[in-house]
């Protein structure tokens, strides 16, 4: 979880991907480059956020929307696509706050062998001197049942409720370069085409009033 700088009482929460091993050949990412004897990954990763904007309470149609009631549905959904909610709920996840209940959720998930499908928004904009653009990527909008993860497949091993993507939609050009080139083509989290990305797995159940979905 990280707070943006222009909001002290708003939340995003960010998930590393790491996407299949690229053998030893590949030149990955530092772990943490405070510790080198961790080494590096084997996988490219993203770094990817919750969604375009962070989670904050705010005013709608004369209701008031709470940021926690938010993350609270959003981590769930998570869970429950990543075929780990029923296991939460077995083990009675308890937390009182929602920063210990995301901490409790992300020990479900930080598991190498916990594959999905991830369909990754990007934000454009440009480095001085460059002129491909990078990308600040982030989880599109659940549209109805289908969302921008799932580790769900049905007979035919394709993904389950997985959001389509659509580059209309998806990628936020950087209209402050009049200049720039046309966006290219988004294949995959930096450079990996392979639709796979690797999460891991801690218990659910309740924080609050709030309900699991």
């Known amino acids: 979880m990280d707070t943006p700088p222009y909001d002290a009482e708003a939340y995003s929460i960010n998930l590393l991907l790491e996407g299949t091993d690229r053998g030893d050949e590949f030149q990955g990412v530092a772990i943490d480059k405070n510790r080198p004897e961790l080494g590096t990954y084997r996988g490219q990763i993203a ?3 919750s969604g375009r904007y962070p989670f904050s309470t705010y005013e709608f149609q004369g209701k008031t929307i709470q ?3 938010q993350i609270f549905r ?4 998570l869970a429950k696509q990543m075929g780990v909610l029923d296991r939460m709920n077995a083990d009675g996840l308890q937390a009182d706050t929602i920063e210990e209940y995301v901490s409790a959720v992300a020990k479900y998930l ?3 062998e916990l594959w999905g499908y991830f369909t990754i928004g990007g934000q454009e904009y440009f480095q001085e001197g460059y002129d491909k653009p990078n990308y600040r990527m982030f989880f599109p909008k659940q549209e109805g049942k289908n969302f921008p993860f799932s580790a769900l ?5 394709q993904p389950l409720n997985l959001l389509p993507f659509d580059r209309d939609k998806h990628i936020i ?5 009049s200049d720039a080139a046309p966006a290219e ?3 995959g989290f930096g450079g990996q085409a392979d639709p796979l990305g690797g999460l891991g797995s801690a218990p659910t159940a309740g924080l609050g009033d709030l309900q699991l979905p």
């Not at 959003?74 to 959904?77: D, G, P």
């Not at 497949?153 to 091993?157: G, K, L, S, V, Y």
């Not at 050009?173 to 370069?177: I, N, T």
């Open 110 to 112: 930080t598991d190498p």
């Open 74 to 77: 959003w981590v769930n959904n």
């Open 185 to 187: 083509s988004v294949s």
């Open 67 to 69: 940021r926690d009631d």
């Open 173 to 177: 050009a950087d209209k402050s370069r």
């Open 153 to 157: 497949e049905n007979d035919d091993r």
């Open 47 to 49: 770094n990817v956020r």
